[in-house]
């Protein structure tokens, strides 16, 4: 695995912690872990998301999803069936966990579990003061004085 060292970019910042993290994950190269279970991201309007998540065989009750500061994630686990046999097992049904790396002011609004795929709902909720304003040109003479 290669890591790559940022300490001497954030000698003279705060806060940007962050995007180390996020740069570290992405050099992650281990493309099998990162498959299962499929899934996509959807932009259904300027301020509106959808992930969509194959779960098949994954019930309300095996399925978590939990979001914290800026991170999504989502996680399942089955219980252990001892009492099936199975000629063929060609569902996996294996515990997995995912994470999304939130923007900032992207809020969960809800989650959803239909014919095997679970759609998390996100809403972009920009606060008043951060969204961009109209601002007022005074055409107003200025009286300038003369210096004595």
Aim: proline share 3%; no cysteine; glycine share 6%.
């Amino acid at each position: 695995m290669r890591t790559i060292d940022f300490s001497p970019l954030f000698r003279h910042s705060v806060g940007f912690d962050r995007l180390q993290r996020l740069a570290d994950s992405a050099l992650q190269m281990d493309n099998g872990a990162n498959s299962y279970p499929p899934y996509n991201i959807e932009q259904l309007d300027e301020d509106n998301y959808r992930i969509t998540m194959a779960v098949a065989g994954f019930g309300e009750a095996n399925l978590d999803v939990t979001a914290k500061e800026n991170t999504l994630v989502i996680s399942g686990k089955l219980a252990d069936a001892d009492e099936v046999t199975y000629l063929h097992r060609g569902i996996a049904g294996r515990a997995f966990e995912r994470r999304f790396e939130l923007a900032d002011h992207i809020k969960v609004s809800g989650a959803n579990l239909v014919n095997g795929l679970l759609q998390v709902e996100l809403t972009r909720e920009v606060p008043e003061e951060k969204k961009p304003r109209q601002i007022a040109i005074n055409t107003k003479a200025i009286a300038h004085k003369k210096a004595a």
